[in-house]
């Protein structure tokens, strides 16, 4: 219908003249590679550690971790004997910022297998974990060497194990890798659920302009309040379709030319949790049907908050319990990835409102029966016509109500009534 | 008025037939009938709170009514399924703040059914016509508040249409504006159109309408042309004016026999004659009571007396009005 396509253009030329639009759609990308890096940038501590090691311990235990450690890129490490006052003068230097920190390496390291560390940042985790596995390797080597089993022996039984992990798909094994599917879900689960909080609020903050500038009336005087509904929750919908296009080439561009970011930085091999995922057509489908899906819904119930609202602190109050479905869902989202088959995942993913995140998040994680997709397909769209159904009718009532917010009572007579 | 006025079509432009509205424990609108011949001004008269925009919104589909039917154009539907031949401009105005006033008027004349280009010749022939030309492409919130109820004017009439129907126009205007819309609805009245607008204020009514209607809690009190209602409800009045001395006026007015009503100003009287009294006996009274007097005139009601005498003190206040 032409008035409706006139609504749908009217919210999509005016949403992308804006500056905030096009602010979202160049930070965007950097919004989301800064929640994805920050994490593994924060959890190594950053930078090159200047660490000492005190060495009072027999025999070449002190010397070998020395050699070890300097052998990673993230630590400069000097060995000194222990002497006195040596402790309160490197005290001084960590004060001071000249030194991480130091390392008292005793005899009790091998005897029994106790070791101190002392530096002005003792929670960076991949500090402390780097320490421990090479004090525990060398120490763990000394003391089989010095029961007299050959160093050459010692030395091939320390050979790692690595596990490659492939995950299977549609009969096929794919060239993904755990690390992969768990980073895609995460990634996937942050842009649904901030795309469609996004967007939900756009959606009622038009429902809200168009009631307090009381322009609706004269609007709902040419067409159906459902029309109206209808034209806006689609315009705002093919708006954030145009963000993810933007997003998406932009994604494209930067992934291509990531060599030349990388090795700009630093040339330490990159955290294996946070590896760039494959994408492929099936994941994006399903990633662009529950989006759509979640946003149909969410935003039904977000132009239902803002037409029963008067204001835009009254609506920032009455779209709580919506957000808190979102949140809720995207909280939850840690508990599927954990383990992507559990009964909680599956109810997740079978719910209209968590859904949207748990589904494609599953997806990501996991292999998923087909069955079980067309299932949550099947129930999302059954409640979006449901909820559609009773928002149209809160909507239609609500858009030409003026004071105070109804209370539970009077939105089932308006929902009852309509 | 000096246009020439159309033959009166047989069938009116708009009917209602015993409508009614019901909110949340009170009857806004209570089985109200009326109509609205083609090519008159229509006056829907009502104190505050009477239900007259109800009316006008069950009239236009944003509300449905409990009772009743609306006929518009001969047909049984609302105004909704001919909005491309209704100008409708609520009592409550509003506009898209940050959009252009172009994109406005556009957007607003595709709602009413026309297409992009016609609404963009159209949208700018009238704001040269009312000096908003160069404001075309500024932000709507840029205007001025006066500037602003020019383009809701304007989106009102972009699309030409048959019936327009006016919630409360003058309400809010300032003096120019006022003078705009009066001048765009005369102008409307003689090309032909139809013209349907609620007002309290009894002065502009009896000015433009020809026919009126007027309701208070949501009942009609009576309908009808102006004139017909003028004699049929005025009674015999008459306007005193008086020149310094009153003498003994008020025992003249008091006298049950010649006045049975009378609202007294001090140095101006309006009077109701009692039936069969004779306005010469009491010119008479007056000069002998020792009253100079400046004006003696027998007149029919104005509108705001008859609309008081029909409403009474009580509905003429203004009441709680749930449904805006």
Known sequence: ?418 | MTSPSPSPSPSPILILDRVSKRFAGHTAVDELSLSVPRGVIYGLLGPNGAGKTTTIRMIMNILEPDGGAVRVFGEPSGGRVHSERIGYLPEERGLYRKMRVLDVLVFLGEMKGIDRRRARQRAEAWLERLGLAQWRLRRVDALSKGMQQKVQFIATMLHDPDLLILDEPFSGLDPVNAQVMKDTVLDLRSRGKTILFSTHIMEQAEKLCEQLCIIARGKKLVDGALGDIKRTHGGHHLVIGFDGSLGAATQVFADKDLVSKVDNYGQYAELELASGADPQQILQRLVTSGARLSKFELREASLNKIFIDLVGPDAARAEARPDA
């Not at chain 1, 949403?15 to 990308?29: E, Q, S, Y």
């Not at chain 1, 910022?97 to 929670?123: H, M, P, Q, W």
Request: glycine share 10%.
């Open chain 1, 1 to 418: 219908m032409r008035k409706v396509w006139a609504v749908i253009r009217r919210e999509f030329v005016e949403r992308i003249r804006t500056r905030w639009f096009w602010i979202m759609a160049l930070l965007g990308p950097v919004f989301f590679a800064a929640v994805f890096v920050l994490p593994a940038v924060l959890a190594s501590g950053g930078g090159v550690r200047r660490i000492v090691v005190v060495d009072a311990a027999r025999g070449s235990v002190g010397a070998r971790i020395t050699q070890l450690l300097n052998g990673s890129p993230a630590f400069r490490v000097v060995r000194v004997p222990a002497r006195g006052g040596v402790v309160d003068s490197l005290t001084a230097e960590v004060e001071q910022k000249r030194l991480g920190g130091f390392l008292i390496l005793t005899d009790a390291a091998v005897d029994s297998g106790k070791a101190e560390y002392r530096g002005s940042n003792i929670s960076g985790f991949a500090t402390i974990g780097a320490l421990e596995r090479t004090i525990g390797e060398v120490v763990s080597a000394v003391r089989l060497e010095r029961e007299g089993v050959d160093p050459g022996i010692v030395a091939r039984a320390r050979i790692p194990v690595q596990l490659e992990t492939k995950r299977i798909a549609g009969g096929k094994t794919t060239g993904e890798t755990a690390a992969q599917s768990f980073s895609l879900a995460y990634f996937m689960g942050i842009i649904l659920y901030t795309a469609i909080l996004l967007y939900g609020i756009n959606v009622m903050s038009s429902v809200l302009e168009e009631k307090t500038t009381r322009i609706v009336e004269v609007l709902v005087s040419s067409l159906r309040p459902f029309q109206l509904m209808l034209g806006k929750v689609l315009g705002v919908g093919a708006v954030s379709i145009l963000q993810f296009l933007i997003w998406g080439v932009s994604a494209r561009i930067l992934l291509a030319n990531r060599s030349r970011f990388l090795t700009a930085g630093e040339p330490g091999e990159p955290d294996p949790i946070f590896q760039v995922p494959h994408v492929n057509g099936a994941t994006a489908a399903v990633f662009i049907t529950y989006f759509l899906g979640g946003f149909f819904l969410y935003s039904a119930m977000f132009a239902a908050v803002g037409a029963m609202s008067s204001s835009e602190q009254e609506a920032r109050q009455a779209q709580q319990p919506v957000s808190w479905l979102l949140v809720v869902s995207f909280v939850s989202m840690f508990g599927i990835l954990n383990d992507p088959a559990s009964t909680f995942a599956v109810t997740l993913s079978l719910v209209p409102f968590s859904a949207p995140i748990a589904m494609p998040v599953r997806w990501a994680a996991g292999n998923l029966p087909v069955s079980e997709l067309a299932l949550s397909l099947a129930i999302l769209l059954a409640a979006i016509g449901g909820v559609t159904w009773v928002a149209a009718r809160i909507y239609r009532v609500g858009i030409l109500m003026t004071g105070k917010r109804p209370n539970l009572k009077e939105l089932v007579r308006w929902i009852r009534t309509a």
